[in-house]
Protein backbone atom coordinates (compact mmCIF):
# COMPACT_ATOMS: atom_id res chain seq x y z
CA UNK A 1 0.00 0.00 0.00
CA UNK A 2 1.20 3.03 -0.76
CA UNK A 3 0.10 6.84 0.47
CA UNK A 4 0.42 10.06 -0.19
CA UNK A 5 -0.95 12.71 1.90
CA UNK A 6 -1.38 16.77 0.32
CA UNK A 7 -2.87 19.66 1.65
CA UNK A 8 -0.48 20.86 4.07
CA UNK A 9 -0.01 24.84 4.18
CA UNK A 10 0.20 28.47 6.08
CA UNK A 11 -3.01 29.59 7.52
CA UNK A 12 -3.65 32.30 10.16
CA UNK A 13 -5.19 30.85 13.68
CA UNK A 14 -8.93 30.31 12.83
CA UNK A 15 -8.66 29.16 9.85
CA UNK A 16 -9.17 26.06 7.92
CA UNK A 17 -7.05 23.68 5.72
CA UNK A 18 -8.33 19.80 4.47
CA UNK A 19 -6.02 17.44 3.96
CA UNK A 20 -5.75 14.08 2.20
CA UNK A 21 -4.31 11.40 2.18
CA UNK A 22 -4.61 9.20 -0.89
CA UNK A 23 -4.35 5.38 -1.79
CA UNK A 24 -3.01 2.56 -4.34
CA UNK A 25 -2.06 -0.58 -3.93
CA UNK A 26 -4.72 -3.11 -2.39
CA UNK A 27 -8.32 -2.65 -1.42
CA UNK A 28 -8.73 0.41 0.32
CA UNK A 29 -11.88 0.15 1.92
CA UNK A 30 -10.71 -2.23 4.07
CA UNK A 31 -7.85 -0.35 5.53
CA UNK A 32 -8.29 1.71 8.60
CA UNK A 33 -6.38 5.19 8.19
CA UNK A 34 -5.10 7.39 11.07
CA UNK A 35 -3.60 10.97 11.04
CA UNK A 36 -0.52 11.69 13.38
CA UNK A 37 1.95 14.87 13.45
CA UNK A 38 4.97 15.55 14.75
CA UNK A 39 5.96 18.84 15.65
CA UNK A 40 9.53 19.81 16.04
CA UNK A 41 11.61 18.59 19.03
CA UNK A 42 8.28 16.51 19.83
CA UNK A 43 6.63 13.13 19.62
CA UNK A 44 4.92 11.96 16.93
CA UNK A 45 1.11 12.15 18.29
CA UNK A 46 -2.45 10.73 17.47
CA UNK A 47 -4.64 12.74 15.68
CA UNK A 48 -7.52 10.67 14.30
CA UNK A 49 -8.25 7.34 13.15
CA UNK A 50 -11.08 6.16 11.01
CA UNK A 51 -11.72 2.09 10.54
CA UNK A 52 -11.98 0.67 6.98
CA UNK A 53 -14.74 -2.18 8.19
CA UNK A 54 -17.40 0.37 10.07
CA UNK A 55 -16.16 3.63 9.18
CA UNK A 56 -16.09 4.22 12.80
CA UNK A 57 -13.69 7.29 14.25
CA UNK A 58 -12.11 8.47 16.86
CA UNK A 59 -10.25 11.70 17.95
CA UNK A 60 -7.33 12.73 20.20
CA UNK A 61 -9.05 15.43 22.90
CA UNK A 62 -6.92 18.12 21.40
CA UNK A 63 -8.52 17.99 18.00
CA UNK A 64 -12.35 16.91 18.88
CA UNK A 65 -14.79 19.54 17.58
CA UNK A 66 -12.60 21.05 15.31
CA UNK A 67 -11.34 18.05 12.69
CA UNK A 68 -13.21 15.37 11.12
CA UNK A 69 -12.11 12.54 9.18
CA UNK A 70 -13.90 11.19 6.44
CA UNK A 71 -12.95 8.94 3.39
CA UNK A 72 -14.61 8.32 -0.07
CA UNK A 73 -13.62 4.75 -1.02
CA UNK A 74 -14.58 5.53 -4.74
CA UNK A 75 -11.38 7.94 -4.92
CA UNK A 76 -9.09 5.85 -2.69
CA UNK A 77 -8.77 8.94 -0.39
CA UNK A 78 -8.91 9.80 3.00
CA UNK A 79 -9.53 13.29 4.40
CA UNK A 80 -8.80 15.37 7.14
CA UNK A 81 -10.70 18.83 7.89
CA UNK A 82 -9.26 20.76 10.20
CA UNK A 83 -10.99 23.56 11.31
CA UNK A 84 -10.23 26.56 13.93
CA UNK A 85 -6.76 26.04 13.65
CA UNK A 86 -4.12 26.86 16.38
CA UNK A 87 -0.79 27.85 16.53
CA UNK A 88 -0.48 24.51 18.25
CA UNK A 89 -1.66 22.42 15.45
CA UNK A 90 1.98 23.43 13.79
CA UNK A 91 3.36 20.50 12.92
CA UNK A 92 4.23 17.53 9.77
CA UNK A 93 0.55 15.40 9.33
CA UNK A 94 1.00 12.10 8.06
CA UNK A 95 -1.25 9.50 6.92
CA UNK A 96 -0.77 5.92 8.02
CA UNK A 97 -2.53 2.61 7.11
CA UNK A 98 -3.08 -0.80 8.60
CA UNK A 99 -5.38 -3.74 8.20
CA UNK A 100 -8.06 -4.12 10.97
CA UNK A 101 -9.19 -1.71 14.11
CA UNK A 102 -7.71 1.54 14.72
CA UNK A 103 -5.36 2.32 17.02
CA UNK A 104 -3.88 5.88 18.69
CA UNK A 105 -0.58 3.95 18.55
CA UNK A 106 0.85 4.59 15.70
CA UNK A 107 3.60 1.70 16.50
CA UNK A 108 0.52 -0.35 14.88
CA UNK A 109 0.41 1.16 11.76
CA UNK A 110 1.89 -0.64 8.56
CA UNK A 111 1.80 1.36 5.63
CA UNK A 112 3.13 5.64 6.19
CA UNK A 113 2.51 8.54 3.61
CA UNK A 114 5.42 11.11 3.73
CA UNK A 115 4.38 14.20 5.84
CA UNK A 116 2.67 17.03 4.70
CA UNK A 117 3.39 20.52 7.00
CA UNK A 118 1.05 22.48 8.12
CA UNK A 119 1.85 25.90 9.50
CA UNK A 120 -0.40 28.27 11.63
CA UNK A 121 0.35 31.80 12.63
CA UNK A 122 -0.46 33.46 14.94
Known amino acids: VQLQASGGGLVQAGGSLRLSCAAA????????VGWFRQAPGKEREFVTTISGSSGSTYYADSVKGRFTISRDDAKNTVYLQMNRLEPEDTALYYC???WGPGFSDYHRYDYWGQGTKVTVSS
Open 25 to 32: GRTFSSLT
Open 96 to 98: AAR
